[in-house]
């Protein structure tokens, strides 16, 4: 008698404290029966073969379940979970990957902020003016962006030019048509005949 009741009393103890987190990390806090996610006071670690029908606290029997689901799930066994265990290494390849996505976007806003700022600069001093239309900023930036620093020796040439400044952009697209027609690798972007842009 002693010792059944000691088995029965070891049998159903609490899962710890430990193991709990352990489930909630690996299930990434989320409740497999439904997918939902939620914070760890509001989850429970459940047991998928209940203690009542011989179901134990290995990490296999035990999973994530957000408080409704398992209220609703009672005693009944569930033969099929919603959410399978994510893997893992998976799960940390998928997180890295969103991480170097999300650099990878900042970098690239760093940089065009960067290239704005730079032809911001050099047109407002070449033409001595101090704004530029949006349009042909963005323009601008995207020829940058294609050509590099060519586009700031046109722009100095635009400015040396008698060009009035309404007509400064047509003229930049002009030097950039002859200079990319000179050039084999950047031919393709100005048609032979035709308007620019
Ligand atoms: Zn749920």
Redesign the pocket.
Known sequence: MWRAGFFVMKSIRLVSKRLRFQILSRDGFQ??????TATASELRVDHVIPIAQGGGNEPENLVT??????AGKSDKTVSQLAIPIADKKQRRKEMLAQKAALAAVKESQRVRQEIEDTVLSFYCEAFGVDSIRKSDLGLLVFFFTRYGEPVLEWMRIASQSRVRQRDVMKYICGIRRRWCSERPEFAGDVQPRGGDV
């Open positions: 409740c497999r029966y439904c997918g939902v379940a957000c408080h409704p689901c398992n």
